[in-house]
T-cell receptor
Framework: QQQVKQSPQSLIVQKGGISIINCAYE??????FPWYQQFPGKGPALLIA?????SEKKEGRFTISFNKSAKQFSLHIMDSQPGDSATYFC??????????FGSGTKLNVKP | DAGITQSPRHKVTETGTPVTLRCHQT?????MYWYRQDPGHGLRLIHY???????DKGEVSDGYSVSRSKTEDFLLTLESATSSQTSVYFC?????????????FGPGTRLTVL
């Protein structure tokens, strides 16, 4: 049973548009929700993360929206650029021990 | 890649043979993790370590064992490789002493079991 469900599987966005990736979880004990970006042939790299005591976190063009009651969180990429084309993973963790990842979203930003 | 190396980077082996993958870090981080990445499954935790000789199972630990005899090295062993273990394996490290406890990932090892 997958602990974190991610959608969509793939996403095509025009340059300058907004990319939105959604994740849902069941375990209410999760207390740390990171997003990772992965380029082909590389390991994932932390993009942005949020704790459940805040509803939104913004870093540059990247924003996490967190809805604790719905057990959902999403990544918004504003002004999407071709260089943002990558695979994005959401994840969740309890007390920073085990990390559970979503299945990934392959983003393609068209020039 | 934050002082993490994995070896080998690519390996092709045959069903039934033992395989050991090595993760080496130069960051002196306490926590180390082994994940496998498969299409449609994201990354799944195999085993992790919270100190020398201290390890615990992850989601998909069957068929895998680990050892950590030194802070800098975390070994993943497939005792008898099967085709279902064909995957890309990533090692990650975490310091455990900062607010967000970021995980840093290695470059990965592509393993093919024929």
């Amino acid at each position: 049973q997958q602990q974190v469900k991610q959608s969509p599987q793939s996403l095509i966005v025009q340059k300058g548009g907004i990319s939105i990736i959604n994740c849902a979880y069941e375990n209410t004990a999760f207390d740390y929700f990171p997003w990772y970006q992965q380029f082909p042939g590389k390991g994932p790299a932390l993009l942005i993360a949020i704790r459940p005591d805040v509803s939104e976190k913004k870093e540059g063009r990247f924003t996490i929206s967190f809805n604790k009651s719905a057990k959902q969180f999403s990544l918004h990429i504003m002004d999407s650029q071709p260089g943002d084309s990558a695979t994005y993973f959401c994840a969740a963790s309890y007390n920073f021990n085990k990390f559970y990842f979503g299945s990934g979203t392959k983003l393609n930003v068209k020039p | 890649d934050a002082g993490i190396t994995q070896s080998p980077r690519h390996k092709v082996t045959e069903t039934g043979t033992p395989v050991t993958l090595r993760c080496h870090q130069t960051e002196n981080h306490r926590y180390m993790y082994w994940y496998r990445q498969d299409p449609g499954h994201g990354l799944r935790l195999i085993h992790y370590s919270y100190g020398v000789k201290d390890t615990d199972k992850g989601e998909v630990s069957d068929g895998y064992s680990v050892s950590r005899s030194k802070t800098e090295d975390f070994l993943l062993t497939l005792e008898s490789a099967t085709s279902s273990q064909t995957s890309v394996y990533f090692c990650a490290i975490r310091g455990g002493n900062s607010t967000y406890n970021e995980q840093f990932f290695g470059p990965g090892t592509r393993l093919t079991v024929l």
